[in-house]
């Protein structure tokens, strides 16, 4: 997702206006969001409780059978009770997707750094080489790599995590470039700390400020592409729980009137990407620092 080209408040909201909002945004992407992560890690409770079906057990009857007491999003043409598997969906979902944003991270962040610290020809080498994977489009490079690594949640993961790791990299090393220059940096090198000191001690506290930002953003993004891998049979193994993976083998029943097989993944996913979104929008209008004084 570029975040270049995310949503902005309108220009004539005063500054304590677009705070305001701001939080409120928050506020809606933290409860959407922790009510998904509540779901995924309470699921396999509410099994064991009894209170939901084996969301990989298939029910000889009835089959396509449409919402009810018994089953509250009804039942899928494999017999797969719909509502548990929307809810182990959302663990699926977030294994995936918070791997994959914290390998992008981890990767991405280091090398900003070095690159934005060291400049030369290892910048100009690593700046060709993050521009070059920025320029492909995130699903067309994940559905290459998830060819390449299989399927599986890591290998899902991997997929997803290189079209991520440029922008954390772009980010860490313009901000590198423009705090390395500063008064205490240059005191710290006069005193003859290491790379690596100055690097994790005075650099990285100074440059991290649009991490929570790009992670959330991120993981929105990663949400869909995950739901693109998934429709496309490149994703999770087949019969997991997965909001892509079950709107594919729903759609064929589409035309036919079920509906709710169709419905309620598909309404899960774009939930917990509206969730992360606001998330993200809500966090990046309040580190700003411009929409603190405009």
Sequence with gaps: MNTAN???????????????????????????????????????????????????????????????????????????????????????????????????????????MISGYRGGWLDRVLLFLMDTIYTLPGLLLSVTLAFVVGRGVINAAIALSISYIPQYYRVVRNQTVSVKNELFIEAAQAMGASTSRVLSRYLFLNVIQSIPVIFTLNAADAILILGGLGFLGLGLPEQTPEWGYDLRQALDALPTGIWWTTLFPGLALTLMVIGLSLLGEGLSELINPRNKSS
């Excluded at 701001?22 to 959407?32: A, D, E, F, K, Y």
């Excluded at 059978?65 to 509502?83: A, E, L």
């Design 6 to 112: 995310k949503f902005r408040f309108p220009r004539f909201l005063r500054a304590s206006e677009r705070r305001s909002l701001s939080i409120q945004l928050l506020r809606v992407g933290i409860v959407i969001t922790s009510l998904f992560v509540l779901i995924a890690v309470l699921a396999p409770a509410f099994q064991t409780w009894g209170w939901i079906q084996n969301p990989l057990e298939s029910l000889s009857n009835p089959i396509h059978q449409p919402p009810s007491g018994q089953h509250w999003f009804g039942t899928s043409r494999q017999g797969y009770d719909v509502f548990s598997r929307a809810l182990y969906g959302s663990q699926a979902a977030l294994q995936v997707v918070i791997l994959a944003t914290a390998i992008s991270m981890i990767v991405g962040v280091p090398l900003g």
